[in-house]
């Protein structure tokens, strides 16, 4: 799943060498903290949060399958 994450995140910026996530496995959930350098943040997120909202989507998609539940924490 965090390959997954990884990929879209990596399509999205420039500077490919900051993007770094961080994977926190619980029993039922999964959570992810990515963080990207501040020129990229506004390419993450969107406008008005919408690349952020389809990427959660996304992911929460890959999760149901995995039967678990997924949380996106973008950090500066």
Same mark, same amino acid.
């Given at each position: $799943?965090? /390959?997954?994450? /990884?990929?879209?995140?990596?399509?999205? +910026?420039?500077? !490919?060498?900051?993007?770094?996530? /961080?994977? !926190?496995?619980?029993?039922?959930?999964?959570?992810?903290?990515?963080? &990207?350098?501040?020129?990229? $943040?506004?390419? +993450?997120?969107? !406008?008005?949060?919408?690349?952020?909202?389809?990427? %959660?989507?996304?992911?929460?998609? &890959?999760?149901? !399958? /995995? %039967?678990?539940?997924?949380?996106?924490?973008? +950090?500066?």
């Amino acid at each position: $799943m965090k /390959e997954i994450l /990884e990929t879209i995140i990596l399509s999205l +910026v420039e500077d !490919k060498s900051a993007v770094q996530i /961080e994977e !926190k496995n619980n029993e039922k959930t999964i959570s992810f903290e990515v963080k &990207v350098s501040e020129k990229d $943040m506004g390419k +993450v997120i969107g !406008k008005e949060g919408k690349i952020a909202k389809s990427i %959660r989507t996304v992911m929460k998609a &890959v999760a149901g !399958k /995995e %039967r678990k539940k997924v949380s996106i924490e973008f +950090v500066e």
